[in-house]
Every structure is written in C-alpha cells, then in structure tokens.
C-alpha cells in the first residue's frame, strides 16, 4: 500500500516548538482528518508533508523513501499535491489554463520544442487540456472553464485548485482549511469530491475546523494540540475522546 509518513516529526520556529514527535500516516485510498484548535500545528505538518518546510527532527517518507531534503518542486513530480487556505490561483488566466499548471512537470517537450509548436509539444497540451477539462467537469466546474479565474467566487476557486492538483496525477492531495468559507450545500459538494478521490484510491488528507464535515467523511482522525498528538483513532472514538473534547470539541 503506498503511504506519505510523518515520523516522529518535530519543527520549531525560533523559541516556538510547532511541532514536537508528530507521526502521521496518510494512506492511498483513505480519507484522514486532522484537526485541532488554532496553533496547534496542523498546517506545519502539511508544510512538512508538502515540503514547503524541512523537518528539524524526524522524517518524511513516500512509500518508505525519505523526502526530508528533497525541494518542494520535487512534489508534484511525486504526486503529492496541496491546496492553501487561502487558494492561490493566477487570476487573470482562465480556469482552463489554471488548472493546466497543475500538469507541466509531466510534460516532456522542452523550452523550444514548445515555443516552436512542435508535434510532440503540441500533442502533450492536447493531452494536457483534455485531461484538466475533464478533471474540471469531474469537480463540477465544466460552466466556467473560460471564465477569468479571478471571476470566480470562493468555493469555485477551492474546487479549482483541487482540480489543480489532480492535473498533475497526485496520489496524495492534501487540503489545508478546504470548507473554510463554503456553504453548507457547498460544503455537500466537496465531501462528494473528497469521496470520490477516496474511492479512485488517493490518499486525502483534510486539515479542518469545521468538524462535522470532517466526522461525516474521514476514514481516520488524528487531532492535534499545543504541537502534539493527543489522539489518532477513528472519526467515532476521536468524538468521544474526553482529552479531545476538553481541548478542542468543547463539552
Ligand atoms: N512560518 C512561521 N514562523 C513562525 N511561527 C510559525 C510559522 N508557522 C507557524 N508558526 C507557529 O507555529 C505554531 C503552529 O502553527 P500552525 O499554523 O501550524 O497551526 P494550525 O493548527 O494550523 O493553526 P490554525 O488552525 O489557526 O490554522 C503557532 O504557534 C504558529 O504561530
């Protein structure tokens, strides 16, 4: 089974310990919530996953191979991809081409193959745009696929990235905050996509503060407090959890 792996990962800024001997294992084909009150380290963690940040202790594993020093740029090319809070998308292009940037780095044709138009350039961005329009369609974006980015309302551009993120084949998809500001409608829709992605044997892994959703749609739970991990379990038992409940669920 493939798996992304945080062991007993530690990071600090300065005199703040993010993260002190976290593990997390995000398997393909699941869905793993992970959640926690403000500060308590969870998109730090998917900063190490991602590798936007380099662990100060510990290791990050794809399919037991360590990624702890490999760049950033190396990810996509791994298939581990990531949204943001706050998506970030490059407005003034379209929804088409956007979702495009997702699959450049499995494209082969180089720098003047592709400024000459050449057939093999020309035949990787045929494949390329099929693919994104499709992966659009799939997360019900297929209406605005040459609209502006920038026209886009909130959970549109949610949905957009996660499109984006497919583009480039990813085996692991990691959202950081995706219902944050969606409706609840919204909000039905996204758990649809998660689940699909689930069940078409990626690995999702959902930093998340709206926890009915998380509950409703995870396969494994791993909550989070002042850096550490207080409980990993299933979505019922991490519920139930007296610790989790008096540090981040409230009674
Ligand atoms: N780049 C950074 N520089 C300095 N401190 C940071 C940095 N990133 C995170 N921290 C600190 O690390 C701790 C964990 O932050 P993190 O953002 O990972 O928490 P979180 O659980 O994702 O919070 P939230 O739910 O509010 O998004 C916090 O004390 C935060 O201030």
Redo the contacts with the bound molecule.
């Keep these: 089974m493939s798996t992304l792996v945080a062991d007993t990962v530690s990071?600090r800024?300065?005199g703040?310990t993010?993260?002190s001997n976290v593990s997390l294992e995000l398997r393909e084909g699941e869905i793993h919530g992970l959640i926690?009150?403000?500060?308590?380290?969870?998109?730090?963690?998917?900063?190490l996953l991602t590798g936007y940040?380099q662990v100060d202790e510990g290791d990050i594993r794809l399919d037991g191979e360590s990624l702890a020093r490999s760049p950033v740029q190396q990810r996509p090319r791994v298939g581990v991809a990531r949204t943001f809070?706050k998506p970030r998308l490059l407005g003034s292009l379209s929804v088409l081409d956007n979702a495009m940037l997702g699959g450049w780095c499995e494209t082969r044709a180089g720098f003047l193959e592709t400024a000459l138009a050449l057939p093999r350039a020309r035949r990787e961005e045929r494949a390329l745009r099929d693919r994104a329009e499709e992966l659009l369609h799939g997360v019900g974006l297929g209406y605005a696929i040459h609209r502006r980015a920038s026209l886009l309302d909130h959970a549109e551009q949610r949905f957009l990235e996660i499109a984006r993120g497919l583009v480039m084949r990813a085996r692991f998809i990691l959202l950081?905050?995706p219902a944050g500001g969606l409706t609840e409608g919204e909000i039905e829709h996204l758990a649809s996509i998660v689940t699909a992605l689930r069940d078409a044997g990626i690995g999702v892994l959902l930093?998340e503060?709206h926890t009915d959703f998380v509950f409703s749609v995870c396969d494994r739970v791993t909550t989070?407090n002042l850096?550490r991990m207080i409980k990993h379990a299933t979505p019922a038992e991490v519920r139930s959890d007296p610790e989790v409940i008096r540090v981040y669920l409230g009674a």
């Design positions: 990071k800024f300065g703040v993010a993260l926690g009150p403000n500060g308590s380290g969870k998109t730090t963690l998917l900063n940040y809070q950081d905050e930093v503060h989070l850096g």
